[in-house]
């Protein structure tokens, strides 16, 4: 049997009460430090100050970056490593500020005694991983903030969404609890050439209707994400396989796949190993959109059983999974937006994973009998974005005057209490391409009040949209933020909230203008890798990109045409 254990290096941590909560915090970033080394890091680290500068960056020569700043002129060599060009371009987002940087999330979860069961960085609860703890836990239920947004595993872009076609469906390649690359659907790997990789795809394994497992459907599923003319379906998934220009069937004797790529891909089976659920094609070609939203064939290890969509999705065990059957019976994933909602069913025993458990409920837990808080840092960077096509946001000066109004420790300290660390760049400690030298902003009142007459904006009048329930305390955080940037003197700021489902129908249709033009978003990189978050989120063509900057495009391409030194 596969292991069952969390796909990351170290072990699931135990929150003590909250009159402890710096040892708490302490516990965390200690399992935070064991996912570095589970990314393998290597490779140089910037250089210079991490003080944002006031002015754009620009390229002076071939081979030499001119910052400059108010009070100083710093020349930085061209980087000769992947590593170093990401490490630039997250140095690039601190100073130009599209983001006001936040923190990394905690990932805090109720869990019965019924069950055996630790959390994963990248938030993804699989129940294979379950295991019954009494005679009680044979039948699993897990409530998390959201329910799904339909049941096409190639149609979303949301965590809640991910924990629920995951059941089901599976890619071709996987991490064990070390990180490390394994094999699911595709039994070997390797790279052919600069611009080919080649997968074989693993024999007797069936669908859940019966129909065998081929290359084709494996080919076809790759290229239903990246090729908006395949499947009836233009996916918003195609920059998780980012540099992949299609796939084809290589060899139908010896099951072979041949993905063909726009240049080096130095992570391509690291995105392998994190996305790309493999489909029926002959199943998707027969049925409609609504079809595939509302029913499942995939070949993992549990079986759709009942979808009552926006309420309950139920799952039985694949008794005929190619692996050996999961160790639970049944796997029900319901929803409450209200974290106490969550918590009162764990501690009534109708629930036995209660997703996203907020600091002040956390001893409410610890003290039950029956149940205890399992927690770890996660992958997930929450930021707020700002739009840099719009009034005020398109002035990098007054981003950078966000910022300095901005009281991370503040909000780390009071309302996250401590279940947090503060970032100032998109790529989160531990992961390729962190820039080690970047700091988040320190708050700075007076430099916000100034920066912002010098951005000609004094006087504007900003709106912070927030969605409801769906990251850690997000609401109270994005209030925090809007108080503390209304206290620049000559800046008037609010904030809003909307429900989830809302923000994402305005940030993934692939078009700028219909975001807010200042939003809270939280971001998974299940990768371990910079470019993952970057591009997706800050490149000019990224499938989420609020910002648009030709030298950041330029740090990314060249990253992507390096080796990566963490493979």
């Not at 071939?62 to 371009?89: I, N, S, V, W």
Request: net charge negative; proline share 5%.
């Amino acid at each position: 049997m596969r292991d069952r254990t969390p796909a990351y290096k170290g072990s699931s941590h135990i929150v003590p009460g909250m009159s402890d909560r710096d040892s708490s915090r302490r516990q965390f970033l200690q399992a935070a430090g064991s996912a570095t080394a589970a990314v393998a890091l290597a490779g140089c680290t910037g250089g210079g100050d991490s003080t944002p500068t006031d002015e754009a960056t620009e390229t002076s020569g071939d081979d030499m970056e001119t910052t400059t700043a108010a009070e100083e002129t710093t020349e930085r060599p061209e980087p000769d490593t992947r590593d170093g060009y990401l490490q630039r371009a997250n140095r690039h987002t601190h100073e130009q500020a599209p983001w006001v940087f936040l923190h990394r999330q905690y990932s805090v979860y109720g869990q019965s005694s019924d069950i055996e069961w630790q959390p994963r960085t990248d938030e993804r609860v699989a129940a294979y991983a379950i295991e019954p703890a009494t005679d009680a836990g044979d039948d699993v239920v897990m409530t998390q903030s959201q329910m799904d947004s339909g049941l096409d595993p190639q149609d979303h872009r949301e965590t809640p969404t991910d924990n629920i076609v995951l059941q089901a469906y599976e890619g071709l390649l996987e991490r064990d609890r070390e990180g490390a690359i394994v094999e699911t659907l595709a039994t070997d790997y390797e790279r052919l050439d600069e611009t080919t990789v080649q997968f074989t795809v693993r024999d007797n394994v069936s669908f859940h209707s019966g129909d065998s497992l081929t290359p084709e459907d494996v080919a076809f599923s790759i290229n239903r994400i990246v090729q908006s003319d395949v499947g009836d379906l233009e996916s918003p998934q195609v920059d998780q396989l980012i540099g992949v220009e299609g796939a084809e069937v290589a060899s139908a004797d010896d099951r072979t796949v041949n993905v063909n790529l726009s240049g080096l891909n130095p992570i391509v089976f690291a995105s392998f190993a994190t996305y790309c659920d493999v489909m029926n094609k002959s199943w998707v070609e027969s049925n409609d959109s609504a079809y595939i939203n509302q029913n499942m064939e995939g070949t993992g290890p549990f079986v759709l059983s009942n979808y009552e969509q926006g309420v309950e999705v139920a799952f039985q065990r694949n008794d005929d999974y190619w692996d050996d059957p999961a160790a639970i019976s049944t796997f029900t994933i319901n929803s409450a937006s209200e974290s106490s909602t969550r918590v009162n069913r764990l501690l009534s025993d109708e629930t036995d994973i209660a997703v996203n458990v907020p600091p002040q409920e956390v001893s409410r837990v610890e003290n039950s009998d029956d149940a205890s808080i399992a927690a770890v840092p996660s992958t997930r960077v929450i930021f707020n974005a700002m739009r840099y096509d719009v009034e005020p946001f398109d002035s990098p000066t007054f981003r950078q005057a966000v910022n300095y109004a901005v009281d991370l420790d503040s909000i780390i300290e009071n309302v996250l209490q401590t279940f947090g660390s503060a970032t100032g760049q998109p790529t989160l400690e531990g992961f390729f391409g962190h820039n080690e030298d970047v700091d988040p902003y320190p708050r700075d009142l007076d430099r916000a009040e100034q920066l912002v007459e010098e951005s000609g904006y004094a006087g504007a009048e900003i709106e912070l949209v927030t969605p409801i329930g769906r990251y850690l305390k997000d609401v109270e955080i994005a209030q925090a933020v809007a108080s503390q940037v209304d206290e620049i003197p000559n800046v008037s700021a609010t904030a809003r909230q909307v429900e989830f489902s809302t923000l994402v129908s305005q940030v993934t249709t692939g078009n700028i203008e219909d975001k807010p033009p200042w939003y809270l978003l939280g971001w998974g990189n299940a990768t371990f890798d910079a470019i993952q978050t970057i591009q997706p989120l800050l490149a000019s063509d990224g499938a989420l990109s609020s910002y648009k900057n030709e030298e950041l495009d330029r740090l990314l391409d060249e990253a992507q045409n390096l080796p990566s030194e963490s493979n």
